[in-house]
């Protein structure tokens, strides 16, 4: 019984708080830039998950013609794979995960899941395959605990702590006020952005869908709060099949394989020890981004010896 009005308690909640929130859901669509710009086929039938392989098989694509955004990109993610995109800003890396969830068709090639173009699926099987940790969380105004719950509406409270253990939010969950009573969101505690993106995969950590698409914070997170989330995103990728975009080379070095894009198009891919003795574009990338930890390093260095 309980199992049966757990959730519709839940969606009351979530109405209420929904009808409170318009802010957030607007920004929610802001954030998945969410326009109705395309349409099931006719009789489209549901994606069949067989596992979790994505391949991108020579994709272009432009949000306006006369401008393209990306050219012949190809590369696959094999099932419980972690591949990073990685690339200079606005080289296309976001538009690829925008691809994905087909919020845009492609101009040429194809996405395929598990064989299936996604253009002759439905968009509801899509999404409900793709879980997302997106870069900047929304929270309703609730305890931390059903904001958690909010990735499975009917998990039980052990499985909502079990997903608390392994996004590492145990810890900071005990320090609260209320522990995981603690009401947070606009009218509740505020957390940092390394603490959302942990909500965030404590989320996808009990929705456990098949594929999992990270978009990492562009924000400096503090070096705790990055060891934090390269845990639990350790633990999703143990799993799942995982995109990542990266901002932070730091978080790509055990990927399966990293994307390296530049102008859209894909310019190199390897794992970090085979793009590094390229010396190419990516250890152009991750020495400039050592220079400045380092640089970042030192300016903190001295500010607590004065
Ligand atoms: P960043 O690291 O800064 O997030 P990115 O690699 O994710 O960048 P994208 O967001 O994919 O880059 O953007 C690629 C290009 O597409 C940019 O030139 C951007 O201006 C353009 N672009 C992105 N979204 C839209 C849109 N909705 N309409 C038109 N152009 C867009």
Redesign the pocket.
């Known amino acids: 019984m309980m199992q049966v009005f757990m959730p519709l308690n839940f969606l009351g909640f979530v109405y209420r708080e929904m009808k409170g929130a318009l802010a957030n859901i607007e920004r929610m669509f802001e954030l998945l830039?969410r326009e109705p710009l395309v349409n099931d086929k006719p009789e489209a039938p549901a994606l069949k998950m067989n596992g979790g392989t994505i391949c991108f098989d020579n994709v272009a694509f432009g949000?306006?013609p006369q401008?393209p955004?990306l050219n012949g990109v190809s590369f696959e993610v094999k099932p419980k794979q972690k591949v990073a995109i990685v690339?200079?800003?606005?080289?296309?890396?976001?538009?690829?995960f925008?691809l994905l969830f087909r919020f845009y068709e492609v101009s040429s090639g194809e996405i395929r899941i598990d064989g299936q173009a996604i253009d002759g699926i439905t968009q509801k099987s899509l999404r409900g395959a793709i879980g997302v940790v997106p870069q900047d969380t929304v929270l309703f105004n609730t305890s931390i605990f059903d904001n958690i719950r909010y990735g499975r509406v009917d998990a039980s409270d052990d499985e909502v702590w079990h997903a608390i253990r392994l996004a590492h939010l145990d810890q900071f969950i005990e320090r609260l006020p209320e522990k995981e009573q603690t009401l947070v969101g606009e009218r509740g505690l505020k957390l940092s952005g390394g603490e959302k993106q942990r909500v965030a995969i404590a989320r996808a950590i009990l929705k456990q869908p098949p594929i999992m698409v990270f978009d990492e914070a562009?924000s400096s997170l503090d070096s705790h709060s990055e060891r934090h989330i390269l845990a639990a995103m350790q633990e999703i990728a143990k799993e799942q099949t995982t995109l990542v975009?990266a901002?932070r080379l730091s978080t790509v070095v055990d990927a399966d394989n990293i994307i390296v894009?530049d102008q859209?198009q894909v310019v190199e891919q390897g794992t970090h020890e085979e793009l590094l003795e390229k010396q190419g574009h990516y250890s152009a990338l991750w020495l400039v981004q050592q220079q400045s930890q380092r640089q970042s390093l030192q300016r903190s260095q001295r500010q607590a010896d004065d």
């Open positions: 830039d949000y306006h401008r955004i690339g200079a800003s606005g080289a296309g890396k976001s538009t690829l925008k562009t975009i901002h894009l859209g």
